[in-house]
């Protein structure tokens, strides 16, 4: 008989590849983390894994136990999610995270809602980046999350997650109000860029690699002059007329910015936004409630 506990740390060693990042996601020391997996390889009575330096390579048996892994914890989260649902009622507390521009256009009036409709349902909110938020739900630290993607980046892992998209919107040229490129309507060629200095975020690292996919595959390589993890930074700097960026139209309608927005001539990029929980946790009605209420408040952004 295996236990889940073991099992959900052999998953996260799958995830993460290293002793040392499952122990972090799942919040606890290398040491322990070690000792469990020692245990779960003896009551598999077979090698689950081989030393490969500091990393540790699963064997095919360890492959097909993380594969019924998820099957399992998604069987549980159902169970509960079944019971939760025999009682009268929405109530509880819902734990979301989301990066911030969600957590304002989004996240705020979905909570809002959740208070009108349902006043014995409490909603937590944290600001999390996608990445964060997805290790928090499989570690059932949070419930629920806004998270995003772009279409010139690989997919997010989505082992044991639902991902049920809600926006999917356009990565926009932003250019400072008097630019030559901003006179004119329509869509700009990155390629016209290639001189001018460039805003990037420092903390989104999935737009600034965008960024610089973008651009080289315009032919260049950007010229970062300035950095900044507050979007409100980024776009100040472009308004005032010191560099060029791309960014997503949610983040200039949230701040409200007096940039100039003008679509990619020669490359199509989006941004997907999406609603994620755990595997068959859908039907827990606390759970369901949120979704349904950031579902409404994406659909009115």
Known sequence: MFEVRRLRLLRELAAHGTIAAAAEACALTPSAVSQQLALLEREARTTLFI????????????????????????????????????????????????????AGAIAAPAIAACQAYHPDLNVELGEQEPEQSLVELRARRIDVALVYEYNLLPRLPHAGIELR???REPVLLALPPR???????????????RDEHWVAP?????????????????????????????????????????GVSLVPRLVVEQLA???TLRPV??????????????AGSGGDPAINALVLALRRAARQD
């Open 51 to 102: 030393r490969d330096g500091r990393r540790l390579l699963l064997t095919e048996a360890a492959h097909v136990l993380v594969a019924h892994t998820e099957i399992i914890l998604a069987q549980m989260e159902r169970a509960r999610a079944e019971v939760s649902a025999l009682e009268q009622g929405v109530r509880g507390t819902v734990r979301l995270g989301a990066f911030p521009s969600a």
């Open 165 to 167: 998209p809600v926006i």
């Open 179 to 193: 630019h030559p490129h901003a006179a004119d309507e329509g869509a700009r060629p990155l390629a016209a860029l």
């Open 202 to 242: 420092r903390r989104d690292d999935s737009l600034r690699t965008v960024l610089e996919r973008a651009c080289e595959a315009a032919g260049f390589n950007p010229r970062f002059d300035f950095t900044s993890d507050d979007y409100s930074v980024v776009l100040a700097l472009v308004q005032a007329g010191l």
């Open 257 to 259: 910015a007096d940039v």
């Open 265 to 278: 001539e020669d490359l199509k990029i989006t941004r997907t936004v999406s609603i994620a929980i755990r």
